[in-house]
Structures are given as structure tokens and as C-alpha cells.
Nanobody
Framework: QVQLAESGGGLVQAGGSLRLSCAASGLNFSDYPMGWYRQAPGKERKFVASIGRKSGIITIHYTDSVKGRFTISRDNQKNTVHLEMISLKAEDTAAYYC????????????????????WGQGTQVTVSS
């Protein structure tokens, strides 16, 4: 049974930083593209970042609004994926969800929510202005 467990959310002032982590179990972690989505109240869940490795090449994708501020990384030895967030803005407030795509797929695949096979329960990030 695949499980994704997020941690690291919280309340932070605008301009501050947070580091989210996702611990994965029940899958051969290194074979899966991993990513983060977020969902603000009353809005749809949206792609934030993804990371994968295929044919020895690591690929990373970000939604435009977080480029230069968020950094996704993964540790295949510890089965974890992280999202480092700096210069946080009020509009970054949302529940953040860890996501895993299909085994062997490219990281780009999970820029679409329909390609996500597994979701975590989410961790809340609140940025006060």
C-alpha cells in the first residue's frame, strides 16, 4: 500500500520560508516521478513542482508563479521529496499535497493532476501579510 506523508507546513509571515517534506512508502520510490500540488480554499488543486529521473537525467518542472522561490528535491535513499519555499507570499497560502505519478513516467507527466496516481493527505501552509 502506497503512502505519502507530508510534514513541515505551518504559519509564516510574508517573506518568510518553509520546507515541506514528503515521506513515501510502499513503492520503489526512485522509479516514480514525485511532485507537489496545492489547493486554496474554494479553488481547484493546482500543480506546483515535480521531479523525476529517466535514463539518468533528472528533470524538474515548476509552475510559473513559484519559479525562483521554490525548490523541489528528492532523496532516493530516504524515500523523501522536499519543497523548499522562500519569499513566501499571501497567495501561497494553501494546503500542499505530495503527489506520485506512474512508475517510470517523466516528471512532466504529473504537471497534470489526472496523471497523479497517489496523493498525500496534505499539509497546510498559511502566509500572513
Amino acid at each position: 500500500q502506497v503512502q505519502l506523508a507530508e510534514s513541515g507546513g505551518g504559519l509564516v509571515q510574508a517573506g518568510g520560508s518553509l520546507r515541506l517534506s514528503c515521506a513515501a512508502s510502499g513503492l520503489n520510490f526512485s522509479d516514480y516521478p514525485m511532485g507537489w500540488y496545492r489547493q486554496a480554499p474554494g479553488k481547484e488543486r493546482k500543480f506546483v513542482a515535480s521531479i523525476g529521473r529517466k535514463s539518468g537525467i533528472i528533470t524538474i518542472h515548476y509552475t510559473d508563479s513559484v519559479k525562483g522561490r521554490f525548490t523541489i528535491s528528492r532523496d532516493n535513499q530516504k524515500n523523501t521529496v522536499h519543497l523548499e519555499m522562500i519569499s513566501l507570499k499571501a497567495e501561497d497560502t494553501a494546503a500542499y499535497y505530495c503527489a506520485a505519478g506512474s512508475r517510470g513516467a517523466f516528471a512532466q507527466s504529473i504537471t497534470e493532476a489526472r496523471a497523479v496516481e497517489y496523493w498525500g493527505q496534505g499539509t497546510q501552509v498559511t502566509v500572513s501579510s
